[in-house]
């Protein structure tokens, strides 16, 4: 042991992390967006070639082509937005539960949500955009501590099987409320079937505008929050011996989760799994330090849901899948491969 | 180098629902030196280092550092002063041994404020202290029990408290990789002058690694002295229900505890 300090090197070379690594990532990550963007615009029932889109993006929107893209850049906005949402909001859940089977449409957050815009609708006469985005996070917030507290009761507290078990059977549960809700009312049943399967089909950019300030607020709360939970996955006893006020901390972020993952779940509907996938591919490529993990998840995650709604126009094509179908398709096996790998407990 | 703080109980009492654990305790820490509390399972050992450091809040009684009550002292501030290092720390899958070092300068940092050269330093220094400089690249899953516990306490380290609490730092580990860890533990009292308070199950490492014995038994302090008068075969049997021999470790100098059980003895 004694021979160690003579082979020291200075301080900051021992320490500097990896960040070429991180910034090389970044930069990928941004091209396969920017790819994705252009196809998103382009792909569809009907198909539009790349320089109609330039000119489109100038402004032009005299020829058909032209309006098709229209409708096609507000989708293609939402599908960024919403993708970098609930891929942060996963994050945070995850970090917050030390459970890497978390993810807003696991834990039956997304459901929550979906239910009380459902319920606003159609017996409280919700009709302004505004409200269904508070009634959303409302039921974000209180399906997250129903299930929180099912998972958390018996032995050992909230252990990862538990909490997505739990979160399963809440989420069964809902649905089943909201078809509950829906059935006998054909007058709402058209405006409320988004709300059962998640899709950003029906993007516009007024609805953009609505959710954006929701969505601000949510992400600067997570980012704020990134060093917390770096102490929090250490044991709340770590974290507490670091300073932190754990209860505190845990809330806040927890907060800003459900402030992402409602409103979007609020103008898209619910969708599951991207929460899931995201931070943990997300933890291969820059480690699990937070304050790089939660803008990656944000950026990563844009860029999968995109490609999941371009790829959903094209199997399906001259109709379309909803986004919701496609993540459930690509995250459930990756599920199963989480749950088997003996390292559950480890996050 | 470092300031001498005071850390007190006093007529601390403590428990979890129903079960009082700890009641009327009175103990002053020794300021500069390295304390180790010892006393048989479930006694309350823990839960007292749980308590000075803010984590359990008194049913009675208070714990002051420098006379100002811990539990109402701001949290960063306190852990500036104060650092801990429980009994099983979680490693996130796939950290670096210098990232979770590098962790323990949470309170040494704002919400907004970036990595400074200060943390550098800290780092790096806490690293070279626990002989961990070569393997700050390494991902801490991979590393051997002892490692790993060289590279908690080395983040506890960073921090750059005066005070450390180390609740039973030495459970799980071989008995090389114990004597190196309370080894390392001694170096940092003497080079730092940090004042550690240790739990510790084994008697007689406690007894040669410590300035100040503290026997807790029946949810008060027992005996607290030099280790020589604490660890006498009348505590022994007080504190445990055990009955033994102790005699000169011809190792140290100091006591040297040898237990009597009903079989293998010499004729």
Redesign the interface.
């Known amino acids: 042991m004694s021979t160690v300090e003579s082979v020291t090197p200075s301080g900051a070379a021992v320490v500097r992390r990896p960040r070429r690594v991180r910034l090389l990532w970044f930069l990928v990550c941004l091209g396969l967006i920017a790819v994705l963007i252009v196809a998103s615009i382009a792909v569809g029932t009907r198909f539009v070639p790349v320089p109609t889109i330039l000119d489109a993006l100038g402004g032009a929107d005299d020829t058909l082509d032209q309006a098709v893209i229209r409708v096609r850049i507000p989708r293609t906005v939402l599908a960024l937005l919403a993708g970098a949402a609930l891929a942060v909001s996963g994050a945070v859940f995850q970090g917050v539960t030390r459970n890497p089977l978390a993810d807003p449409g696991i834990l039956g957050i997304n459901m929550g949500a979906s239910l009380a815009v459902v319920v606003g609708l159609a017996y409280f006469g919700l009709s302004n955009p505004n409200s269904y985005i508070w009634a959303a996070i409302a039921g974000a917030a209180i399906s997250a501590v129903f299930v929180y507290a099912i998972g958390s009761l018996g032995r050992g507290g909230p252990t990862p099987l538990k909490l997505a078990l739990a979160g399963a059977a809440t989420s069964a549960a809902l649905v089943s409320f909201v078809t509950a809700v829906i059935l006998p009312r054909n007058d709402i049943a058209e405006n409320v079937q988004s709300w059962q399967i998640g899709g950003v089909g029906g993007a516009t950019f007024e609805r953009i505008w609505q959710v954006l300030p929701f969505l601000g607020a949510g992400l600067a709360v997570c980012l704020l929050s990134a060093r917390s939970l770096n102490s929090l996955a250490l044991g709340d006893d770590v974290a507490a011996g670091l300073g932190e006020r754990v209860a505190i901390a845990r809330g806040l972020a927890s907060l800003g989760a459900v402030m992402l993952c409602g409103a979007t779940t609020a103008i898209c509907g619910p969708i599951g799994f991207v929460g899931l996938v995201v931070p943990h591919g997300c933890r291969l490529l820059v480690g699990p330090d937070h304050r790089w993990l939660l803008p990656f998840s944000a950026l990563t995650g844009a860029g999968l849901l995109l490609a999941a709604d371009v790829i959903g126009r094209i199997v399906a094509r001259p109709g379309e899948i909803d986004v919701g179908i496609i993540t459930a398709f690509v995250g459930a096996p990756f599920f199963i491969y989480i749950v088997r790998r003996q390292k559950v407990r480890a996050l | 180098m470092t300031t001498e703080h005071q850390l007190t109980a006093e007529n601390l009492s403590l428990g979890y629902k129903d079960r009082t654990v700890i009641e009327g305790l009175e103990l002053a820490v020794a300021p500069g030196r390295v304390t180790a509390i010892v006393g048989a399972n479930a006694c309350g050992k823990s839960t007292l280092l ?1 308590s000075m ?3 359990l809040s008194p049913r009675a009684g208070q714990v002051l550092l420098d006379g100002k009550e811990v539990h109402k002292l701001p ?6 002063t104060l ?4 009994q ?9 041994v ?7 300068r ?2 040494h ?1 704002g ?1 907004f404020s970036r990595w400074s ?1 200060a943390d ?2 800290a ?3 806490a ?2 202290a626990t ?1 961990t ?2 393997l ?1 690249d390494r991902a801490v899953d991979e590393l051997s029990g002892g490692q790993r516990q060289r590279v908690w306490i080395a983040m ?1 380290l960073a ?1 750059e408290t005066d005070l450390l609490l180390l609740d039973e730092p030495t459970t799980f580990l071989d008995v090389q990789h114990q004597v ?1 860890v309370l080894d390392l533990l001694t170096d940092l009292n003497r080079s730092r002058g940090t004042t550690v308070v240790m739990v510790l199950h084994d008697l007689n490492l406690a007894a040669r690694y410590c300035d100040h014995l503290v026997a807790i038994a029946g949810g008060k302090v027992h005996a607290a002295g030099r280790p020589c008068e604490v660890l006498t075969e009348d505590t022994v049997r007080a504190v445990f229900g055990l009955d033994s021999k102790v005699i000169i470790d011809p190792t140290s100098g100091g006591p040297l505890m040898l237990p009597i059980g009903r079989h293998h003895m010499v004729a």
């Open positions: 749980r450091s803010r984590l949290a960063k501030e306190l852990a500036r650092g801990l290092l429980p099983s720390p979680l490693a996130p899958e796939g950290i670096t210098s990232d979770l070092v590098g962790r323990g949470h309170p940092q919400v050269v550098d330093t780092v790096a220094a690293l070279e002989h400089v070569e700050a506890a921090q190196e």
